[in-house]
């Protein structure tokens, strides 16, 4: 049986669907962080079959964790202090997403003007739509 050690202070996000870790690691930027991190990829889950698990020491300040509601709303994000679980948060998908995906209209002035950031806004929160703030381009998952 595979150990990981817990954490004394930090976040574990759980629940998240197998051979997605990676994806979030790139999203939320940990490989700029200067903590510990643990990625366990297709652990056993009874409820899930498999899952992945992200265990991340220290601080949240650093985290945009809008992000996770947007790559996957099932994610359960765990906040550990002095060994505890003191909150467990629910996501849900963000209202709007800066510089996460990038709008593939060729016509818009982020396009031209390279240094825009690439906004987008939650228009169909049933089917998960975001549209650019600029030229209003769908963009779906």
Do not use: W
Not at 100 to 113: A, F, G, Y
Request: aromatic residues 6%; glycine residues 6%.
């Amino acid at each position: 049986m595979l150990n990981i050690s817990g954490l004394r202070e930090g976040i574990v996000l759980d629940h998240i669907q197998a051979g997605k870790s990676m994806d979030i690691y790139h999203y939320l930027g940990l490989k700029n962080l200067e903590c510990q991190i643990a990625i366990i990829k297709n652990a056993r889950s009874s409820k899930m079959g498999r899952k992945d698990i992200i265990k991340i020491e220290g601080s949240l300040e650093a985290l945009d964790l809008d992000i996770l509601g947007y790559v996957d709303h099932n994610i359960t994000v765990n906040i550990i202090r002095d060994n505890q679980i003191v909150e467990k948060r629910s996501l849900k998908l963000p209202k709007t997403l800066t510089n996460v995906i990038h709008c593939k209209n060729p016509r818009c002035i982020t396009s031209i003007e390279q240094e825009l950031p690439h906004i987008f806004y939650l228009a169909d929160p049933e089917r998960e739509v975001y549209r650019c703030k600029y030229c209003d381009e769908k963009y779906g998952k």
